[in-house]
């Protein structure tokens, strides 16, 4: 296990990877990065709503990361971030989303897609060889990142 809610398989099974037949398993100093998230973000959040969440993506390896077009910079590439999704659980994403932007640590906070109401998933990452930035962003339909101020909601 990765920490109490987030199991192995989730953390970096992808079935891109398994498709594409690339090798996606972490290195030790990553799945120590992927524990601290699990345990600063998504085991506090999962308590919190007290009901199971999915993890949608953690882990990526470059070579996966480019397979499915992520950002050359992407956090999943260091085990620093992670996108989760409450609807198999019931729960509505925005819900999730706000929990983390006004109770828990985080370096980057996206609202991913979605509507107005909700976003598609919720990606959050957290360092820990800087300060975190606390930074709030919003993805939109075309792709288009915008910089979204941590007191409103990204709509």
């Given amino acids: 296990m990765i920490s109490r809610y987030v199991s192995e398989a989730e953390g970096y099974k992808s079935p891109t990877a398994i498709r594409l037949g690339i090798y996606n398993m972490p290195g030790d100093a990553t799945l120590r990065r992927m524990e601290i998230v699990a345990h600063e ?3 506090p959040l999962r308590e919190a709503f007290g009901r199971p969440l999915r993890v949608t ?3 990526r390896s470059p ?3 480019k397979a499915v077009n992520g950002s050359p910079t992407s956090q999943h590439v260091r085990g620093e971030a992670i996108d989760i999704d409450g609807d198999p659980a019931g ?5 999730l989303f706000d929990y983390v932007r006004r109770h828990l640590p985080f370096d980057q906070l996206i609202w991913e897609y979605g509507t107005a109401r909700s976003p598609a998933w919720v990606h959050a990452s957290y360092v820990t060889h800087r300060p975190n930035r606390g930074q709030v962003l919003r993805v939109l339909s075309g792709g288009a990142t915008q910089l979204v101020s941590a007191r409103q909601p990204p709509w």
């Fill in 41 to 43: 973000v998504f085991d």
């Fill in 91 to 95: 729960l509505d994403n925005a819900e």
């Fill in 63 to 65: 070579i996966l990361n």
């Fill in 57 to 59: 993506s953690f882990y």
